[in-house]
Nanobody, 113 residues
Framework: QVTYVESGGGLVQTGGSLRLTCTASGDIWSGYFMGWYRQTPGSGRNMVARITPTGKTVYADSVKGRFTISTNDADTMWLQMNNLEVEDSGVYYC????????WGQGTQVTVSS
């Protein structure tokens, strides 16, 4: 079992930036791809970015060109979020892709206009 702790969220204005951090209790690579997910009120968790152990990345269309996912190949993953939009607001979680382990507490991102 791997546990995740997300941090780095906050309140920013549109156009601002945040860097989210995911710290794993063990090896960030546990046999799966890794991803960042976003949950908004009334919807489930949707993946916004994914990364493979070889560094290949995939992004949701809504965040392409603005978000960057990366890892230290040890126990940490980041999501650099630039040019934030109101629609980026939500609680962000990290987990494997597909999700295997329990969800962490997430980190709240609120983008105000």
């Amino acid at each position: 079992q791997v546990t995740y702790v997300e941090s780095g969220g906050g309140l920013v204005q549109t156009g601002g930036s945040l860097r989210l951090t995911c710290t794993a209790s063990g090896d960030i690579w546990s046999g799966y791809f890794m991803g960042w997910y976003r949950q908004t009120p009334g919807s489930g968790r949707n993946m916004v970015a994914r990364i493979t152990p070889t560094g290949k990345t995939v992004y949701a269309d809504s965040v392409k060109g603005r978000f960057t996912i990366s890892t230290n190949d040890a126990d940490t993953m980041w999501l650099q979020m630039n040019n934030l939009e109101v629609e980026d607001s939500g609680v962000y979680y990290c987990n494997t892709v597909p999700q295997v382990y329990d969800w962490g507490q997430g980190t709240q991102v609120t983008v105000s206009s």
